[in-house]
């Protein structure tokens, strides 16, 4: 099988139902994101953090079925999709992150350790996402788990972000204003 097909050298691609779209469209646009963000959390891991490196894992497989949901404008029966018990899942990290963390007292710098700064720049990434995918709903039909799912995973990366530092002693920056 060649990586090749030049299907795509006119400016167009295929939809995963084979509808033939320009590749600047707001579908490919937020799926596209998705994929980089995808990318972007993989080069974070290995973290050096098991149970954060767990959790990017699984997060790497649920961003593949948000990146199929959006590739995909006529799903069927037995598609791959997101669900609520992943948004939950989401929140159950979240919750077990910040027992080890103090409480948020302002907004703080995205910097710190590598680990850290990288999952912060995941983080706005993810946003970027589901900011594109808001755009899309926006045009049309789209279903709000995967959207509900880039919201709040966009929350665990921070919280990530913040438990990587403080697990590797880097102090919590705030802005000067």
């Known amino acids: 099988m060649t990586i090749y097909t030049g299907r795509g050298d006119e400016g167009e691609t295929d939809l995963r ?23 972007l959390v993989g080069t974070v ?6 149970a954060i490196d767990d959790y990017l894992e699984r997060i790497q497989n649920h961003l593949h ?5 959006f590739a995909n404008p006529d799903p069927e029966e037995g598609d791959p999709t997101i669900g609520e018990e992943r948004v939950e899942t989401l929140e159950e990290w979240i919750d077990d992150c910040n027992e080890e963390l103090e409480p948020l007292q302002s907004f703080i710098l995205p910097t710190g350790s590598e680990a850290g700064a990288a999952l912060h720049h995941a983080r706005t990434v993810c946003r970027r996402a589901e900011r594109r995918a808001v755009a899309l709903a926006d045009e049309e039909p789209v279903r709000a788990e995967p959207i509900r799912y880039l919201n709040r995973l966009s929350d665990a990366l921070f919280t990530f972000a913040r438990l990587v530092n403080r697990r590797e002693g880097e102090r919590e920056e705030e802005p000067s204003y």
């Open 17 to 39: 139902d084979m509808t033939r779209v320009s590749k600047a469209s707001p579908r490919i646009e937020t799926y596209g994101t998705v994929d980089e963000l995808n990318a």
């Open 45 to 50: 891991r290995p973290t050096g953090h098991d």
């Open 65 to 69: 079925v948000v990146q199929a949901e």
